[in-house]
Each structure stands twice: as structure tokens, then as C-alpha cells.
């Protein structure tokens, strides 16, 4: 009779046993989830190898006939493109007329007063100096003196130094003094009698102005101050017309023209006046709409934009002061802008 040994137990077979029970309970496979994973497997293999053999083949592809037609269009491109020439150019450059050159005359005494464009060429004169020239002369009122024309820009030192031993004028302008000398025949006999000027193109300010009102004046009355032209009283009655007039003097400053200028704010200032009396055109903020309220120079777009709504929530202003309960209306702000409200 065969006796069956039993082995001894020992702690690491205890182990090993329970790490194997472990595994085949929770990774382990039945025969049928083994025979239904070999199928799965067998399957995704099929879907990934069947198209590839489904796959009807492609022809060899052949470049060389796709490159000869190819290189035929290119060709025909090329016979078809014309040279570019400047008359193809978007900004093709200006033509300018042949110069006719002018007839130089030999150097006598002249009076530079009674020249003309061509005659300044006809002496060695480039054709723009000639220009500037005589325009030069026009702004001046006529020359007095050679240094005059030694000033123009553009006259080159040699041809100025070739043509002043012909010129009949003095050297320099007379000084002050000597221009208004008790002595009429100071400089008898010296030169030649000076022929009359032609006048200026620009009449001459006047240099006693009797003040005028700002808030009334046009811009003809405005450009008698000297150092206003054209432009900035246009630009002072255009502002005049944004604010409804001026209450203050010191209002010319914030005009963009002469925030720089204190010079011509001063001018003003000296020739013009605002009556105390006046009245602004006033801008009703309850029922101004909202262009109304911005094209006003202190409101501005932003500030209109807070009135509008402020005045839908809470109900119109009755009196100035309810516009202070507005945070980014400052108080500089709203005294300016205090005189031309209306409630």
C-alpha cells in the first residue's frame, strides 16, 4: 500500500496559494469568455488586414505626359507676355513740356524792380529762382536795396556777385535814422530817381485798431489783428458757434490754433472785448438729445452719454447743481460749462 506524503506547511506556500486563488478570481477566464475573446481577436484582425486586400490596385502612374503639357502651357505663356513698359504703370510718371532755353543778354545797369521772370533768366538766373524772385519782390513791395535780393533763397553767391556791379540800388537798406533825416537831400545826386512800386499783393494791417466785439465780429474784422489770418479766425468764429459765444476772453486760448500762441491770444485779448451784457445760446440738458449734448466743446461724448442716462433714471435736472451728482464731471468742467445751461 502506497502511503501519500504530505508536505509540510510552511508560511510562503500559504502565499502562494492565496495569490493564485486572487488572480484566477478576478483576472481569470471561464471557456467561454476565453473562446469569446479569440473570436474578438480574430475579428478586429479581419477588420484590419481585409480592406487592405479588398483594395482593387492602382495603375503605375507615368509623369512624363502630365510634365510635356505642362511644359507646353508654359511656353505658350511665355510667347503671350509683352515686354512692360512705363505706359503699363499704375502711376505712370509725369510728363514734363521741353524748357525753350532763354536768350542770354550781355550785363547792363538795370532796375531789378522792373524785371520779369525771363528777363532774371535772360541775366543767368535759373528758371525757379527767377520765379521766387519776383515774387519775392511782389510780398516786399519792391526792392530798396541790393542786400534784398542777396537774401533770396536759392540765389547762388556767385551769380548775385556777377550781377550787383549793374544793379541800381544801394548796398543797404538806410538806417532808421538816416531814412527819416530832416536833411531831404542827404543823398541828392547819389542815385538815380526811383521809379514807383508796384503794390502788394497784401494789404497792409493797420496799426491803430479801435476794439471790437468778440461775439459779433466776422472773420474780415478778425483778420485786421495782425498775426491772424485766415484760418484762425475762421476757427475762432467756428468755435464761437460750439460754445453759442463767448463769455470770457480767456475762452480764445482753448482753440487748437492758439494754445501754443499766447502771443496772438494776447493780441486778441487787446483788440476785441465781450460786453457784460451778453447772453450765450443755452443748451437744455433735460431735453437736448444726445448729438445736441455731445458737439457742445465742454460736454463731449462721454459726458453727454452719462447725462442722457442719468436723466432717464432719476428725472430731469431742475437747477446746476444737480449735475454734480455726475462722478466724472469735474468742477473745472462744470464751470465752464455752467453759463450755457438752461432748466
Known sequence: MKVKQVRPYTPQSSFLTKSQTIIRRYFGFSR?????????????????????????????????ADQRQLNEVA?????????????DRRYPRRSYAARVPVAQVSLA?????MLTPLDWEARGLPHF???????????????????????TYGLPDSVYARLAPYILLPDQLPSRTTRFSSSPD???????????????????????????DLNTADTTQLMQIRGIGRGI??????????????????????????????????????????????????LDVNT????????????????????????QQHGPFKQPDDLRQIRILDDATFEKLKPYLRF
Open 186 to 212: 542827404r543823398f541828392a545826386g547819389k542815385f538815380t530817381a526811383r521809379p514807383s512800386f508796384p503794390p502788394s499783393k497784401f494789404a497792409r494791417k493797420p496799426a491803430h485798431l479801435a476794439a471790437f
Open 288 to 311: 437736448a438729445s444726445f448729438d445736441e449734448l455731445q458737439s457742445h466743446p465742454y460736454m463731449g461724448k462721454r459726458l453727454a452719454r452719462v447725462v442722457v442716462a442719468f436723466r
Open 75 to 87: 511656353a505658350e505663356l511665355a510667347a503671350q507676355r509683352q515686354p512692360r513698359t512705363f505706359s
Open 109 to 113: 545797369p538795370f532796375d531789378p524792380n
Open 233 to 282: 479766425s475762421a476757427r475762432i468764429v467756428a468755435y464761437r458757434a460750439q460754445l453759442g459765444g463767448f463769455v470770457r476772453a480767456e475762452q480764445m486760448a482753448e482753440i487748437y490754433s492758439l494754445r501754443d500762441a499766447p502771443d496772438l491770444v494776447d493780441s486778441l485779448r487787446k483788440y476785441t472785448f465781450v460786453k457784460a451784457s451778453f447772453a450765450p445760446a443755452s
Open 32 to 64: 467561454r469568455e476565453t473562446s469569446g475573446f479569440v473570436v474578438l481577436v480574430t475579428l478586429l484582425l479581419l477588420w484590419l488586414f481585409v480592406p487592405a486586400l479588398l483594395r482593387p490596385a492602382l495603375p503605375h502612374y507615368d509623369p512624363a
Open 129 to 151: 529762382v527767377a520765379e521766387r524772385i519776383v515774387h519775392f519782390r511782389d510780398v516786399i513791395g519792391g526792392f530798396k536795396a541790393k542786400e534784398q535780393i542777396r537774401r
